[in-house]
């Protein structure tokens, strides 16, 4: 079993950037696809960014493509979610998930590891 925990979430004015991480414990991160999700207040849990096991596949939401970078450092088991041009609609609590798939695939039920997620807050 993985532990993940997220940090670095925070409240941030449009046009702003934040950089989240992800830690894991218990298990090297270099098994596992990696994916990072975000769910607003009364809204589903949406897909948001995910990478290979070697970090050289990506996938992104439409949303985010061109402004959200997903990175990992597997040698310090590690995730990282640069976002950059922050809009008010990215407001949500993000999530990294773990997945045993073969290719960073953006269904939630693919992934097994949740973290606790962090709060990301951006005003207009």
């Known amino acids: 079993q993985v532990q993940l925990v997220e940090s670095g979430g925070g409240m941030v004015q449009a046009g702003g950037s934040l950089r989240l991480s992800c830690a894991a414990s218990?298990?090297?991160?270099?098994?596992?696809?990696m994916g990072w999700f975000r769910q607003a207040p009364g809204k589903e849990r949406e897909f948001v960014a995910a990478m290979s096991r070697n970090g050289q596949n990506t996938n992104y939401a439409n949303s985010v493509k061109g402004r959200f970078t997903i990175s990992r450092d597997n040698a310090k088991n590690a995730v990282f979610l640069q976002m950059n041009s922050l809009k008010p609609e990215d407001t949500a609590v993000y999530y990294c998930?773990?997945?045993?798939?073969?290719?960073?695939?953006?269904?939630?039920?693919?992934?097994?590891?949740w973290g606790q997620g962090t709060q990301v807050t951006v005003s207009s």
């Open positions: 218990g298990r090297t991160l270099s098994y596992f696809i």
């Open positions: 998930a773990t997945s045993l798939q073969f290719t960073p695939v953006n269904t939630m039920s693919a992934y097994g590891n």
